[in-house]
C-alpha cells in the first residue's frame, strides 16, 4: 500500500518558468511533510518542510502547500533553474518517514 | 545538520554474495536507519538500528538476509547476504536531525 505518491514520473519545465510537483497521501496521522532533492550519485538532500498545522511554507524559490483535507501537498519552484534538475521526493512522517517515488524534473534552457 | 560518510559508493557483486556497506556519522546519534531505494521505487525504511540493542526491522525484511550492526554512536553497518539480481538498489544510511533527515550518498549494488 502506497501510502504516499507522487503520480508524475516526470517534469519537464522551461528556465524561468514554474516548477509545480505534487504528492498525495492517504494517512491521515502524517502530521509533518518534507521534501528532498536527490542528484545522481548522490543521497537526497533535504529541501522544505511543512507541518500539518500549517498550509504554506515559503523558503526562497520553494514553497510547499498543503492541503489537509485534499491529503495532498504541492511543491512550487519559481523560478525555474537548471540547477534544479533533479528527482524530488516528497516524504512524510507519522512515526517514521514514508516517501514517494519520486519525480524527476528537467528543466529546460 | 549531520556529514554521513558511506561506503562503498557502488559495488557490482556475483549473487550469492554477500555486501558489507559502512555508514559513519560525525557526531553522535541514538538511531540511525538503512533505506532502500530499488530502481523506479521510492525510499524504503529497511531497518533502524539502535546502539546497544537489535536493529527493529520493517515488514518485509529480516534479520537473516540484512543483518546489522551498531558498534557505537557515529557507526553502523548494513549486509546484504547471499544477494540476488533483486537486491539490485541503492542503498542509504540516514540520521534525524531536529526538523529533517539526513542521508549518505549511497551505495548503488548490482548483483550479477
Known amino acids: 500500500d502506497q501510502q504516499v505518491k507522487q503520480n508524475s514520473p516526470s517534469l519537464s519545465v522551461q528556465e524561468g518558468r514554474i516548477s509545480i510537483l505534487n504528492c498525495d497521501y492517504t494517512?491521515?496521522?502524517?502530521?509533518?511533510f518534507l521534501w528532498y532533492k536527490k542528484y545522481p550519485a548522490e543521497g537526497p538532500t533535504f529541501l522544505i518542510s511543512?507541518?500539518?498545522?500549517?498550509d504554506k511554507n515559503e523558503d526562497g524559490r520553494f514553497t510547499v502547500f498543503l492541503n489537509k483535507s485534499a491529503k495532498h501537498l504541492s511543491l512550487h519552484i519559481v523560478p525555474s533553474q537548471p540547477g534544479d534538475s533533479a528527482v524530488y521526493f516528497c516524504?512524510?512522517?507519522?512515526?517514521?518517514?514514508?516517501f514517494g517515488q519520486g519525480t524527476r524534473l528537467t528543466i529546460n534552457p | 545538520s549531520a556529514v554521513i560518510s558511506q561506503k562503498p559508493s557502488r559495488d557490482i557483486c556475483q549473487r550469492g554474495t554477500s555486501l558489507t556497506i559502512q555508514c559513519q556519522v560525525d557526531?553522535?546519534?541514538?538511531?540511525m536507519f538503512w533505506y532502500r531505494q530499488q530502481p523506479g521505487q521510492s525510499l524504503t525504511l529497511i531497518a533502524t538500528?539502535?546502539?546497544?540493542?537489535?536493529?527493529?526491522?520493517e515488514s518485509g525484511f529480516v534479520i537473516d538476509k540484512f543483518p546489522i550492526s551498531r558498534p557505537n554512536l557515529t557507526f553502523s553497518t548494513l549486509t546484504v547476504s547471499n544477494m540476488s539480481p533483486e537486491d539490485s538498489s541503492i542503498y542509504l544510511c540516514?540520521?534525524?536531525?531536529?526538523?529533517?533527515?539526513?542521508f549518505g550518498q549511497g551505495t548503488r549494488l548490482t548483483v550479477v
Open positions: 540516514s540520521v534525524e536531525g531536529a526538523t529533517e533527515a539526513f
Open positions: 494517512n491521515s496521522m502524517f502530521d509533518y
Open positions: 511543512i507541518s500539518s498545522i500549517k
Open positions: 516524504a512524510a512522517y507519522a512515526q517514521k518517514l514514508v
Open positions: 557526531s553522535q546519534v541514538t538511531m
Open positions: 538500528a539502535n546502539q546497544g540493542s537489535e536493529a527493529t526491522y
